[in-house]
């Protein structure tokens, strides 16, 4: 649930609270700490592992021993890889699942942040971690799924292994090279494609080197098929396509074999079965090649007219219309809807009467202090706990309309007075949650939301902070008392809210 125009309030509250001071770490509680996360959950003892591997406090030693352990534990996950939402819709389903994936809980992201991290300690280290992880083969998606896998991450660390991880020795002898070879002909999806070539672009190779790596990644690139979901997303490939091709002409290269792959490329994947919806991923992007801010009418001609214009060379003719026709239509996204129960359109109403007037207007701060507006807010914060599971909603659906409800609540209770009520009801509502087993990001994301707000605001929920520490849940607890000990930045907070 997202009431229109409290996504902005919550951001300007939250910026409010950043001249604040961040809490401070607890010192001789790093053995607790560490000791907890080992026990908690895949994800969770992932992702603490590396937080506290961060402070300085803790010896190089096993700095790099945690690291490795989080490594391990990340193969635990629950889910293998991180996703995104389309961009058909800014709000509802869509805009929630990419906040739950951007904490960064999914077992590819928590090896890619070991790797990450341990780069800074032991170079050979990390290599040794990033060669345990195989190419990524994220399954193939149908026109019904509307969250495309992304695996962007996974080359941008490949990229900093290749600039970073290697002596001049070790690179006169051609080991990055190596290491780069090993992945540019790993190609299944439409989703690896732009983020490799990028990474070939840049790669520091010689030429005969060079020429290998486009070689391979071309040879693989036309036999992606199948998947137009992920295909229609990727619209950056041709920019990095150029960008491959810029660097062959530099080095005197002939670029085309990998010009002709991508045209075969855009040929089988254009002409045949399309989601019935892709003129929608369009919207609010910057179009194919373009670079413009409007999105196509036909989303097929941005695909067709950059390869003609900017890339298209002898003996290779421009793809035709009929090239880029599709067979047929099949298939729209589902599940983009939020918020279509009783219950649920019932919370909703009051919420937006907190929000707006009977005029229309937005309420101001002052006008929050009324009694009537108190009463409002203490009238919703009853029907949430009176809004139980059933009705034929399923529990997630369930789950994730009350926490949006509770957030959307939070973005208006600015004050003590009324935020208090509003925390407590959250906490007591995810505290114990059965349906963390079901779904740890998701049930994580209203609990990491919580904590934040009392990392952006420490003086002044202080006391709130200390009951978190003290939750009987024992991932709310070690994460309330981690955020002490290593706080984050501001700026990770505020994505999540």
């Given at each position: 649930m997202r009431v229109p125009g409290l996504y902005l309030s919550a951001c300007c509250a939250a910026f409010s609270f950043l001249t604040l001071p961040m809490s401070a770490a607890a010192p001789g509680d790093f053995d607790a700490l560490i000791n907890a996360a080992r026990s908690a959950p895949a994800e969770f003892s992932a992702d603490a592992l590396i937080r506290l591997a961060a402070l300085d406090q803790i010896g190089k030693e096993r700095r790099i021993e945690l690291l490795e352990q989080a490594f391990q534990k990340a193969s635990g996950a629950q889910q293998p890889f991180k996703r995104h939402a389309v961009p058909m819709r800014t709000d509802g389903s869509a805009g929630y699942w990419n906040r739950v994936y951007s904490q960064g809980l999914d077992g590819l992201s928590l090896r890619l942040r070991a790797v990450e991290s341990m780069l800074l300690l032991d170079k050979g280290k990390a290599r040794e971690l990033f060669l345990q992880i195989p190419a990524p083969e994220t399954p193939r998606l149908t026109c019904e799924e509307f969250q495309v896998y992304d695996v962007g991450r996974f080359y941008d660390v490949l990229g900093k292994l290749v600039q970073q991880a290697f002596t001049e020795k070790e690179t006169e002898a051609g080991e990055p090279f190596q290491l780069l070879r090993r992945y540019s002909g790993a190609l299944t999806s439409p989703v690896q494609a732009a983020p490799l070539a990028h990474v070939l672009a840049t790669a520091k190779a010689t030429d005969a080197d060079f020429?290998?790596?486009?070689?391979?990644?071309?040879?693989?690139?036309?036999?992606?098929?199948?998947?137009?979901?992920?295909?229609?997303?990727?619209?950056?490939?041709?920019?990095?396509?150029?960008?491959?091709?810029?660097?062959?002409?530099?080095?005197?290269?002939?670029?085309?074999?990998?010009?002709?792959?991508?045209?075969?490329?855009?040929?089988?994947?254009?002409?045949?079965?399309?989601?019935?919806?892709?003129?929608?991923?369009?919207?609010?992007?910057?179009?194919?090649?373009?670079?413009?801010?409007?999105?196509?009418?036909?989303?097929?001609?941005?695909?067709?007219?950059?390869?003609?214009?900017?890339?298209?060379?002898?003996?290779?003719?421009?793809?035709?219309?009929?090239?880029?026709?599709?067979?047929?239509?099949?298939?729209?996204?589902?599940?983009?809807?939020?918020?279509?129960?009783?219950?649920?359109?019932?919370?909703?109403?009051?919420?937006?009467?907190?929000?707006?007037?009977?005029?229309?207007?937005?309420?101001?701060?002052?006008?929050?202090?009324?009694?009537?507006?108190?009463?409002?807010?203490?009238?919703?914060?009853?029907?949430?706990?009176?809004?139980?599971?059933?009705?034929?909603?399923?529990?997630?659906e369930y789950f994730r309309e009350k926490c949006a409800a509770y957030g959307d609540l939070m973005t208006l209770a600015l004050t003590g007075a009324h935020r208090d009520p509003v925390l407590h009801a959250i906490f007591d509502f995810v505290n114990g949650n059965q349906f963390q087993a079901a779904s740890r990001m998701e049930w994580f994301l209203p609990v990491n939301t919580l904590i934040g707000r009392v990392g952006l605001d420490p003086l002044g929920l202080g006391k709130f902070a200390a009951e978190l520490r003290k939750a009987s849940d024992p991932v709310i607890a070690m994460y309330a008392n981690l955020e002490a000990a290593a706080p984050r930045s501001p700026d990770r907070i505020l994505a999540l809210l």
């Open positions: 020429r290998t790596l486009v070689e391979s990644f071309a040879g693989a690139l036309k036999k992606v098929t199948g998947d137009d979901r992920s295909f229609a997303y990727m619209s950056t490939l041709g920019k990095e396509v150029l960008a491959v091709v810029d660097e062959c002409k530099r080095r005197h290269l002939s670029p085309l074999l990998l010009v002709e792959s991508y045209r075969v490329y855009l040929v089988i994947n254009l002409s045949t079965a399309r989601c019935a919806d892709d003129d929608l991923m369009n919207a609010g992007k910057a179009s194919f090649g373009v670079f413009s801010t409007q999105g196509a009418e036909d989303p097929n001609a941005d695909y067709v007219s950059f390869y003609n214009d900017k890339l298209q060379m002898p003996p290779l003719q421009p793809i035709q219309e009929v090239e880029a026709t599709p067979s047929r239509l099949e298939g729209v996204a589902t599940g983009l809807r939020s918020c279509q129960d009783e219950q649920c359109r019932a919370v909703a109403a009051q919420i937006r009467a907190l929000l707006l007037s009977p005029t229309g207007s937005p309420y101001l701060p002052a006008e929050r202090e009324t009694p009537e507006w108190q009463a409002g807010l203490r009238a919703v914060l009853s029907a949430l706990s009176d809004w139980k599971p059933g009705n034929g909603t399923p529990p997630a």
